[in-house]
């Protein structure tokens, strides 16, 4: 049985739906008719909470994606983050506290995991690579980039202890480094 079903889409939906009518409120513009309250099969919105639900739920081998379906799914997930978290000045902003353990949590990390299986890296390993080495010092500097969001990090499923199973991307700890770099020349 799946984990996730149009349950789920119907939940992401009712709570964009409620970020639809606060900003409507605020500016003056009328609410949705009433006959609009499940998301229909053809919107966007669906279709890719439908690809990010079945790549959550395994029906899609990471090994058989092609580059395509890659990028698919990257931007179904920035645009679902995007409607989760966005703002209007477009800032980044970070998850709220317990995230992770939601159903739309699960999918976010799941979908992640397949997306950048091999971009993903420990916080020691990017302490590592971003810093030269792997102190105590340089673990609490990513740490810090994770808190004011200069790292995004992703849940590993695989690992129990919520201290250590932090993972963060390989592009954006390389990225880090060649700024701290470039600072100190």
Known sequence: ?????????????????????????ALGEPELPAGQRRLDEGSSLWQELDLLIRIANGEHARMRATRDDIQR??????HLLDLLLG???????????????????????????????DDLITISNAAALAFGENTQANRMRIGRAIESGLLEWIPDPSVANPQQNKRVLRTQVERLGAQ???LEE
């Open 1 to 25: 049985m799946a984990l996730f079903t149009d349950a789920l889409v119907q939940e992401i939906a009712a709570l964009v739906r409620q970020r639809y009518r606060e900003l409507g409120m």
């Open 73 to 78: 799914a990257e931007v179904a997930l920035g």
């Open 180 to 182: 701290r770099r470039l």
């Open 87 to 117: 703002n209007a000045l477009r800032s980044k902003t970070s998850f709220p506290a317990g995230f992770w353990q939601t159903d739309i949590g699960i999918l976010v990390s799941r979908v992640r995991w397949w997306i950048s299986v």
